[in-house]
T-cell receptor, first 114, second 111 residues
Framework: GAGVSQTPSNKVTEKGKYVELRCDPI?????LYWYRQSLGQGPEFLIY????????DSGLPNDRFFAVRPEGSVSTLKIQRTERGDSAVYLC????????????FGEGSRLTVL | QKEVEQDPGPLSVPEGAIVSLNCTYS??????FMWYRQYSRKGPELLMY????GNKEDGRFTAQVDKSSKYISLFIRDSQPSDSATYLCASTGGSNYKLTFGKGTLLTVNP
């Protein structure tokens, strides 16, 4: 497909478990972003990758959250020791350049922590 | 106080109505202003993008920014049922990637 692809679309896990969420950006887009959208709220910035490196991870809420993009394309958001407050839709976006241009969002991964 | 405030609604209008959606912001460093549309269970998609103050029109949509009052508006003319969605305003300073979003306003256009 031509858009940003995120898997899984839904994930239900138990408190304390480890979770990985995957993002496959639009081909050729060098910049990739993760946002989190809680129920009834707008998306909140988590982390921005330019190529393989995290250019800005200031939005990650704590050290349980980590993201990688080892080959500059697919990215994985990793959440350790999940808590009920982590329940949200995790949105990935990509763009051609990091500091200009439109962000193209995926449909999100809906995480529910029981 | 959040940096971008938006009335979550919901807002319900008849087909053909003019819709006015509004946000306020508090960060004077914000220079770029966007409106995103988000359908249920989908990701946000960019509708309008404005730099600094002024108006921008695209078809039935008009975006306005008044930096003196820190007020952002989106007008939808001749609203259609397909416009039913959540509308999110967003702002940022020098870089496009670190967007600060409002809560979103849920709009329903009734046929």
């Amino acid at each position: 497909g031509a858009g940003v692809s995120q898997t899984p679309s839904n994930k239900v896990t138990e408190k304390g478990k480890y979770v990985e969420l995957r993002c496959d950006p639009i081909s050729g887009h060098t910049a990739l972003y993760w946002y989190r959208q809680s129920l009834g709220q707008g998306p909140e910035f988590l982390i921005y990758f330019q190529g393989t490196g995290a250019a800005d991870d200031s939005g990650l809420p704590n050290d349980r959250f980590f993201a990688v993009r080892p080959e500059g394309s697919v990215s994985t958001l990793k959440i350790q020791r999940t808590e009920r407050g982590d329940s949200a839709v995790y949105l990935c976006a990509s763009s051609q350049q990091g500091d200009t241009g439109e962000l193209f969002f995926g449909e999100g991964s809906r995480l529910t922590v029981l | 106080q959040k940096e971008v405030e938006q009335d979550p609604g919901p807002l319900s209008v008849p087909e053909g109505a003019i819709v006015s959606l509004n946000c306020t912001y508090s960060n004077s460093a914000f220079q770029y202003f966007m409106w995103y549309r988000q359908y249920s269970r989908k990701g946000p998609e960019l509708l309008m993008y404005t730099y600094s103050s002024g108006n921008k029109e695209d078809g039935r949509f008009t975006a306005q920014v008044d930096k003196s009052s820190k007020y952002i508006s989106l007008f939808i003319r001749d609203s259609q049922p397909s416009d039913s969605a959540t509308y999110l305003c967003a702002s940022t300073g020098g870089s496009n990637y670190k967007l600060t979003f409002g809560k979103g306003t849920l709009l329903t256009v009734n046929p």
